[in-house]
Each structure stands twice: as structure tokens, then as C-alpha cells.
């Protein structure tokens, strides 16, 4: 196999991060050595997360195998999944905005026609939601636990008590149409074939630029390639989406 250099987008910052939290995981459980050093393994998992790469391909970029591949991302996702906000710890700083975002998003995943609870109707493939909630600038502030794609964005929420959540905060939250019946603090488009001219305009103009900048978030998301099409076992995804949360702010 031909093996050769190659980049990533991210900063420093991030690495040393992973390289840290690695480094205490480490010497929390007494490890005494290891065929890679912290900072390889930390880049080892970068390479994974951002491009997408899988473990035949680090095993040879890195010169190890790939069941040690397997074990490294996997301890660094985890290390990462720990540090990531629960819903009501986000809500502290979610509490400071004049509102919130909210969507969701499909992330595909490697999954045969058999397996129902995982396709998404409105998609057409199978993949896991994702609720996300955004600033009014677009910024990523928390994404949900991932559950399988055929659940609806309005079931999701109220599964993950975001709707709960931002009632109690009394904090007002932008949506589109698919959080119809959420309730008084999720604001969505007027709906109906025969609307009023400003009821229209609303929809066009003032509700649709808030909103489509929640959208920067789930291309914040999608940066990380691994996102874009997962082929691990589902019961993990959360634990991927959660560190790549982490990585994001880490790096922000």
C-alpha cells in the first residue's frame, strides 16, 4: 500500500487539547507505554474524525494495526464524550441569548433496506437525527443524542426535552415547519395553501433569514467527514457526535 503526507484543517489548539485529555485518561488508568506516543494517537483521531479516514487507512499511515486503530479512536472518543454538555448544562449559557435555532439533521449511515427504524421517510436513507441548537448567529451550541432516522424532528425534540427546556427558560426559539405543535416558545412558519400577503412575506423574508442560519451549524457538523457517511454500529454514533461537539468549541 502506498503511503503518503497529508494535512488537516485544524489548528494546533485542538490537538493539544486531545493530546491533553489523552494524557490524563492515561495516567488516570496507569498506562506505561504504548506503541504511539499521546500526540500521535491524538492525531490519529483527528485524521479519523475530520477526513473520514478509516482504519485500514490510518493502519497504514501510521504503521500500526488496525485493531490498535480501533482501540485509540475509540478511547479518544470517548475521553471526548465525557467533556460534552448535557442539555440542562448548555442551557446556562443557551439562557443568555435572546433566542436559539433549533433543526435537525440525517446523518447517513451504512445501513441495508432492512433495517426500518433507521430510514428517514423525508430523506429517502437510512441515518440517524440529530437535534441541533444554534445562536442567532448560526453558532453551534449542543447537539442531541442521535436516534434512528425515522423519528420526526418534533418527536426528537420533545424525546430530548429541548421543548421542555426552552418553555421553563421562557426563552423564544426559531424552527421550521416540522416543529408544527411544538408549542408557545418554538416559533415556526405560517402553513396553509392560501395565506394572507404578509403572512407569506413572514415566512419568506423575516422567519426563513433567522432560520436558515441554523444551517451553518449543520455544515459545522458535516465538516467533519466522518459525519457524512458512518459505517460504525449506531449504539456509538452519540458518542461521535458528542466529541465532535467537543472538538468544535475546543477549537473555536
Known sequence: MLVYPSSINLSTRTLQFLAGQLTARRRDIGTRWRVLPVARQALL?????RCGDTYTQLAA??????????????EAIEVLAALAPTLAEAMKT?????????????????????DTPYYSGKHKRHGMNVQVLTD????????SPALPGSTHDLTAARQHGIIDALTAAGLKCRADKAY?????????????RRLKQW???????????????????MATL???R??????CSTNRITNVVKAVVVLHHASA
Open 226 to 231: 466522518l459525519l457524512r457517511k458512518l459505517r
Open 94 to 114: 443557551i439562557r443568555t441569548k435572546a433566542f436559539v435555532i433549533l433543526d435537525g439533521t440525517l446523518l447517513p449511515i451504512d445501513r441495508i433496506a432492512a
Open 61 to 74: 499511515g501510521f504503521g500500526i494495526g488496525i485493531a490498535t486503530v480501533y482501540r485509540y479512536i475509540r
Open 45 to 49: 483521531a483527528l485524521a479519523h474524525l
Open 199 to 217: 403572512k407569506r412575506r413572514h415566512n419568506t423574508t423575516t422567519h426563513a433569514k433567522i432560520r436558515c442560519l441554523g444551517e451553518q451549524a
Open 136 to 143: 442567532p448567529f448560526g453558532r453551534l451550541l449542543w447537539a
Open 180 to 192: 408544527q405543535g411544538a408549542g408557545r416558545p418554538v416559533r415556526v412558519p405560517f402553513r396553509g
Open 222 to 224: 458535516k465538516g467533519w
